[in-house]
């Protein structure tokens, strides 16, 4: 298929050339002109502006916006309904509100265009690993894109399906599902980043009181100096916390066991409050999901060992770099 991508970073990039892999035509745009010019010596088609990308591209047009949530998203969004067509589609890849998606799938509808967002998991290693996707928006256009969602998800792989699934819905065991109307997917996403910060949270605060038993304070006979690199290596094979967090965690501990580099200061990407607010206007209890994002509002005040944890995995999937205070 032919496609428009629009931001060219650290996920939309790799999005690109997962694509372009799979011999799809991709027209691209972003305001960085190098990385527009490293892309298209790989074979995508540069574009000089929104408008020229909408030109460039066949009907029905189908574009997929990869950039931050927000104003930015929301411009990109606005341009592209006044370029194009009836028919065409617009795909949020990003991190967008899903309230936000509601409201802008029902103004693109009355000029007849589609609108699917996309929560989008797989951070740096989307490239070779391939991307989670959650697509939310009308059936009939998910059913047209298809074929790029197929593309970008991760496949089967060596991940056998589930036991009792065989009247589920097959997509799923490939990494990429139709989730719902208009917010679906972005609204799955949320939550995910959700359970992703209580997950990390877990992780952290395990290997800080693994790493404060030695101290002086303690009765000597009940001190332990612990390897932490080794303790993850060794979680990493058999335990019931295996898991890909502990893998950029065992990572990370191999390389500096005292994570030197990092400072603590964990910054929070917005889909941790937004799931809190889903939780409360549903009534319901979300302790660990308070309390983790509610440790990273104060990281940027105290720093702790479990917060450079929190960087370090943080940096390993995404690519996620400090924000120095």
């Excluded at 990281?299 to 924000?323: C, N, P, Q, V, Y």
Aim: proline share 3%; with cysteine; net charge negative.
């Amino acid at each position: 298929m032919q496609i428009g991508v629009i931001g060219l970073g650290r996920m939309g990039g790799n999005i690109v050339r997962r694509l372009m892999r799979a011999s799809h035509r991709c027209v691209v745009f972003d305001a960085n002109a190098a990385a527009m010019e490293a892309l298209a010596k790989e074979g995508a088609t540069a574009a000089a502006s929104l408008a020229d990308l909408v030109g460039k591209l066949e009907k029905p047009r189908a574009v997929w916006v990869m950039l931050p949530a927000g104003a930015v998203t929301e411009q990109a969004v606005q341009t592209l309904a006044g370029l194009m067509d009836a028919d065409d589609a617009i795909i949020d890849g990003g991190n967008s509100n899903f309230k936000d998606d509601v409201r802008r799938a029902k103004a693109l509808a009355e000029k007849g265009l589609h609108y699917l967002d996309a929560g989008t998991s797989g951070g740096v290693w989307g490239l070779e690993r391939g991307y989670c996707l959650m697509v939310g928006g009308p059936k009939a256009a998910f059913d047209r894109l298809e074929p790029i969602f197929a593309t970008l998800a991760p496949g089967t792989g060596d991940v056998p399906p589930s036991p009792g699934r065989e009247h589920h819905d097959k997509r799923a065991e490939r990494g990429y599902l139709h989730s719902g109307p208009s917010g679906a997917g972005h609204f799955v996403k949320m939550v995910h980043n959700g359970i992703e910060y209580g997950m990390m949270q877990a992780i952290a605060e395990g290997f800080d009181v693994l790493r404060n038993r030695g101290s002086d304070q303690l009765p000597k006979d009940e001190r332990y100096d612990f390897n932490l690199a080794d303790i993850a290596e060794l979680w990493r094979r058999g335990s019931v916390v295996t898991s890909w967090l502990l893998d950029l965690s065992a990572s990370a501990l191999a390389k500096d066991d005292q994570l030197e580099k990092f400072s603590g200061h964990v910054e929070d990407s917005g889909e941790g409050r937004w799931t809190l607010e889903a939780a409360i206007e549903e009534a319901v209890p979300a302790h660990v999901l308070s309390a983790a994002l509610y440790v990273r509002f104060r990281s940027r005040r105290d720093h702790t060992f479990a917060e450079k944890m929190l960087s370090a995995m943080r940096l390993g999937f995404g690519g996620h770099i400090e924000t120095k205070a």
